[in-house]
């Protein structure tokens, strides 16, 4: 069997059988509706592979359904369900949560999943049809019901989750099927819409009539006749949504015919004007297909035409689509077979064997058989799908359901037959996981390889890459007589890209092994040919091998630049072609090979390699600020980026010489070990193009300082150019360690260096003390006059260092006279010049005798002002005290005529303060306490100072910590009285 398309005429049986579309087949209908050819077409080829029983024409039969007999309520009986064996089914159908079952004496039967049986007489007669419609879960029944005394067909619609008074399902509308001017005629099929708004019945006579609007309801709905009668009956009916709009599907048993519902329209269109179907021979998947079952096979039907065929020869009396599943039941054997059995005398009514047949339509076998033999009586009326499961009725009153076995039991019965290409055509139509298709892929190679078929395992094998383990396939193959099979299964794992370095090693070993030379070349060096490999792995292969010229040429081709770099530098020593070939490559694979193979290249070609280092720091312009996210990346992993990687210059500028990466200006001081003039010639550049870091600066520094020491002119700078640079040097704006600069202007004698450094980090004792270490009486001086103000101490140094001979006698009187003015007693108090006046014995009093004079008078002068401040202030406190007597306790006289603040003439009511301004009661704030405009600020001012200072009072954490860091406590304290902070703060009305 097979599928095809077929055409508006009848295709031969051989037709059929071959799978080939007739002359004249519309392309529309070469491709399957159903997507079955399509399907058949598109398959992975892990699953086109069918077994020989396919290709020769044979289906094989499996038992991948379970049948059980519905048995009584408590499920462990073994005669059939009584409630079920006592039932005449004459219609039956699956609904929302009941199987739905219609009697011959009009009762009908609902049976839930726990085979829970409930029963409710819906017509006088037989129940004829039952359908549900399943989106609102309405139950339609048709049955014969006395109407104005005739007996007709009545289609009535229940409720079956709401009940009546009686206990039976909600009797929602009666609709009695009749068409003015026409006889009744019986209702043949019935068909209704999934939300329940239109309802089509399909007479005996021929004739359809659908009802359109909410069949819910009691009120006249829309009723049209949208076949008149005729000679052929109608045997399936079938609604079915596209795009919106309705379509019935007309199935007699000569035509098949849809038909489109639009604004109260309809238009016919002919899907077979030929050949009909019989009407439990029609059925409907889930795709919104007709499905027509004839001796020939079984034929789909969409709206677009006819589809394919499913050739299953044989006369078919029940025909039912579950899931991707076609059920049929009928008799054994072809119809010619089944004529020749009953022979020529023989009535076509004469028994034979019935078989009930579930097919897998996409993978074209047989998942349940059974037959029933001739002798048995027992006939199948219905066959329902119901909960996933397959419900069929038989005439005995016998219910059998039919189970689908679980995956696993599945594939363990085609496992145990070795029919791996079977289990993989299932895995992949029931949309099986990956794991599960690796799975079987699996087993499928490993019982080819079992067998000795190794070529048609390692083609099973190479259907797993990707998902499944490598190392596993080529440890089945490492044998020598393999080779040629793993060559085939290492080659695939590269094409897909998912070779790593040890496959592309072992691919290349193994054609190593086969002497196949000319792959080697033409894989490894075809200038037009892709990459489809590991080119570091290989160029690390062909240079162990020793092939340096095909492993130049592959690295040069595979822009492998580190890989071309290390067999120019360590295996050829090609030095001058590296460097010609590095000036072609971006700054930072420059930079980044340098880092690694510079010191080799400075030794050799100095002056390029120092020239090419250079060009590729000043093409990075190097920056100070932030680099941005693209510059985070090291510069190594940018020179080891895959080939047709885009370098983003701009992007890495920053990134190669900011001290938050690793890559800095020292990293490359190495280099130059050997070649110190070129060291200096890198340092100096990187000076120049931003700011050098400390171990920079000091290295350059160093440099200077020793040229200087070795052409012997450290004291004077001026005449060398390297003592020049050392000071520029120091005195440029950068962050650098001083206090190892420090240690190298004093290693090497640098006397300038040492001064301007001891100046920067503020140690002038320092400073001093080299001036007197040198006898350098004048600089002690001008040392003194210089930072005596920063460092007081350097006086009281200077006077010790004075006086301790006869001879400075006259640098000590120019000291003393320097102390004399009064600006200097904070630095130096005058106790203090005689105490270390008078340790030193060489000091005669005659030397010190001006000095004290003049400051007893300085001290005389400073206390009568003083005293002279203390009598005013005195005065001044008494004055105050009297004025504030006379306002508490006289009388005070206003003798303004004239508002201060506005200045008109001063008239009732009026406001007088003490502080002798009058103003309107009007001009005043009408807000608030009455006070002075005039005197507010001020008196606020002080209100405001004197609660700082009693707020201050409290805080005796701060005045602690105040004393221990005073200089002079006693002022401290002192300056805290006259504040009066320790004495109560007593608020006084002023005015």
Known sequence: ???????????????????????????????????????????????????????????????????????????????????????????????????????????????????????????????????????????????????????????????????????????????????????????????????????????????????????????????????????????????????????????????????????????????????????????????????????????????????????????????????????????????????????????????????????????????????????????????????????????????????????????????????????????????????????????????????????????????????????????????????????????????????????????????????????????LMESDKEVKFDADTAVAVCRKAGFYDLALHLARKCKCHTWYLQLLLEDTHDFDAALTYLQSLPPPVVIATLRKYGKALVTTLPERTTALLTQAIAALECSSASPPAAATTSAASLAFAPPGTTVNLRDVSAAILSSSLKVKPEDFIHMFVEQPEYLVTYLEFVVSRCEPTPVVHATLLELYLQAAAEIGVLQQPKTCPPLKKAEALLKAPFKYDRDYSLLLCQRYGYTAGVLYLLEQMKLYGNILQLHIEGKDNDAVLACCEQFGDKEPSVWATALAYFSAREDRQAYLQRVLSRLESGDMDAQLPPLQVLQLLAETPATPLGAVKSYIQHRLQAQRALTRENEKAASEFTKQADRMASESEVLRSGATVFQLLRCSLCHASLDLPAVHFLCKHSFHLRCLPAAGEPECPLCCDSHRQILSTAQAVEENATKNDEFFWQLEKADDGFLLVTEYYGRGIFQPLQNKSIC
């Open 1 to 523: 069997p097979t599928f095809t398309a077929a055409s508006r005429r009848q295709p031969s049986p051989r037709q059929h059988r071959s799978g080939i579309c007739p002359p004249g087949t519309p392309a529309f209908l070469a491709s399957s509706s159903i997507g079955v050819i399509d399907r058949q077409l598109t398959l992975p080829e892990a699953v086109a592979d069918k077994c020989r029983s396919h290709e020769q024409g044979v289906m094989r039969r499996f038992q991948f359904f379970e049948k059980t007999l519905v048995t009584d309520d408590d499920g462990w009986g073994q005669s059939p369900h009584p409630g079920l064996a006592r039932v005449r089914v004459t219609a039956a159908c699956g609904g929302r949560a009941r199987l739905v079952i219609g009697g011959v004496d009009g009762v009908v039967t609902l049976m839930d999943r726990a085979l829970q049986l409930s029963q409710f007489v819906a017509h006088a007669g037989a129940v004829e049809h039952v359908a549900v419609a399943q989106t609102r879960g309405v139950l339609l029944t048709l049955g014969n019901d006395p109407v104005d005394g005739k007996d007709m067909p009545v289609v009535k619609m229940w409720n079956t989750e709401k009940t009546d008074s009686a206990g039976c399902p909600l009797l929602l509308n009666t609709c009695p099927v009749y068409v003015r001017g026409s006889l009744t005629v019986p209702v043949n099929v019935m068909a209704v819409t999934s939300n329940a708004t239109a309802l089509a019945l399909g007479m005996c006579n021929g004739a359809v009539i659908v009802l359109f609007g909410d069949l819910l309801r009691k009120t006249s709905n829309d009723l049209r006749l949208l076949r008149p009668p005729c000679m052929e009956i109608v045997t399936g009916l079938s609604f079915k949504f596209q795009s919106k709009t309705l379509v019935l599907f007309v199935v007699t048993l000569s035509t098949v015919s849809c038909y489109w519902f639009q604004l109260r329209k309809e238009m016919e269109r002919k899907l077979d004007a030929d050949q009909g179907g019989e009407k439990q021979c029609i059925a409907y998947n889930a795709k919104g297909e007709v499905l027509v079952g004839r001796p020939e096979g079984v034929f789909f039907y969409s709206t677009e035409g006819k589809g394919p065929c499913f050739a299953v020869d044989g006369t078919k009396n029940i025909v039912l689509a579950f899931r991707d599943y076609l059920v049929v039941w009928g008799p054994v054997g072809s119809p010619a077979a089944v004529a020749d059995a009953a022979g020529p005398s023989t009535s076509a009514e004469a028994p034979h064997a019935m078989a009930l047949s579930v097919y897998d339509v996409q993978n074209k076998i047989v998942a349940f058989y059974e037959e029933a033999p001739a002798a048995v009586a027992e006939c199948v009326t219905h066959v329902v799908a119901q909960w996933g499961h397959i419900f069929v009725f038989t005439s005995t009153g016998k219910v059998y359901y039919l189970a689908e076995k679980d995956t696993q039991t599945k594939l363990s019965l085609l496992f145990a037959k070795q029919l791996y290409s079977v289990a993989l055509s299932i895995a992949t139509t029931h949309h099986f996981g990956q794991e599960a298709v690796t799975d079987i892929l699996v087993k499928y190679g490993d019982y080819l390889y079992s067998k000795g078929d190794y070529g048609g395992a390692i083609q099973q094998y190479v259907k797993t890459i990707g998902h499944f383990e490598p190392s596993y396939v080529i440890l089945k193959f490492l044998d020598s007589q393999r080779i040629t099979n793993l060559t085939t299964y290492l080659q695939k794992l590269h094409e897909l890209g998912r070779a790593d370095a040890g496959h592309t090693t072992l691919l290349i070993n193994c054609h190593a092994k086969l002497k196949d030379e000319e792959w080697l070349r033409g894989f």
